[in-house]
């Protein structure tokens, strides 16, 4: 058993909350050996239960692709304190085994999906997202001369999806600065596409820019400042002028 204090003071020393901000997972390690690794979210429900010692929890995965979505509550998990034994912050094992069984999801599938089919929609996809950006986005700017598009193309292999070519956008400014975008991967552990969205010559001014294929079939692009999934939001242009104004500065 552990009180909302245990788990506060484990969380953040210096100012103890359950729900303070964090930026690394968080592991419950429960009294039956069982584990979970996400990070506390406070909801409209989490008051109240914590009145039961009880609270609130987004778990890595699926469920926080979800509710980081569409703030859906129903994919956030209530955790019964009187059940755990420890909290682990930070905490990266749990991180890694669940990369590793997603990988190995991912190879298990592998002969009932139709990759090439997978392989043309991933190019497809990838041309749509920078034709958005070329002619919708940033279709003035070029317009007016503040910015020049190149297009290029790389040739990529992946296991799944053999040999292929794919487009890469770069954007250049009068300063001599270039933003990139560059598809790197169509499939991951987490998402279903990965592009590289970075400022040329600056390692530390990267993001990525992550597909996910929804039940429709749909494909959302989604913003990622890094794994933390509250550091995820649909790709659009406002957030995507953002970024770059922001590596400018």
């Known amino acids: 058993m552990m009180t909302k204090d245990q788990i506060a003071n484990i969380i953040d020393p210096q100012f103890p909350m359950v729900y303070a901000p964090t930026t690394e997972p968080t592991k419950l390690i ?19 239960l914590e009145k039961q010692n009880k609270f609130t929890f987004v778990e890595f995965g699926e469920k926080a692709q979800k509710f980081r979505a569409t703030q859906d509550d129903s994919f956030v998990t209530t955790i019964d304190a009187n059940l755990l034994k420890n909290v682990e912050y930070p905490s990266y094992s749990g991180i890694l085994k669940e990369r590793l069984k997603k990988i190995e999801e991912i190879l298990n599938e592998a002969p009932k999906r ?6 043309n929609k991933w190019v497809e996809d990838v041309k749509n997202i920078i034709n958005t950006v070329m002619y919708k986005w940033l279709n003035d700017y070029e317009r ?3 910015l020049k598009f ?4 790389a040739k990529r292999f992946e296991t799944n999806l053999g040999e292929y070519l794919i487009p890469v956008l770069e954007i250049s400014f009068k300063n001599g600065s270039t933003v990139v975008l560059d598809p790197i991967a169509g499939v991951t552990s987490d998402y279903n596409g990965r592009i590289d969205f970075y400022l040329m010559g600056n390692v530390y001014k990267k993001v990525s820019i992550l597909r996910k294929i929804m039940e429709t079939g749909e494909t959302v692009w989604i913003y990622a400042k890094n794994y933390d999934t509250r ?15 922001e590596w400018l500065q």
């Open 114 to 119: 139709n990759w090439p089919e997978y392989k």
């Open 30 to 48: 429960f009294e039956d050996g069982t584990e979970m690794v996400g990070y506390f979210q406070h909801t409209k429900n989490s008051d109240e």
């Open 144 to 146: 007016e001369g503040f």
């Open 231 to 245: 550091t995820h939001f649909p790709l659009g242009e406002q957030l995507f002028i953002k970024q770059i104004n």
């Open 150 to 153: 190149s297009l290029l193309t």
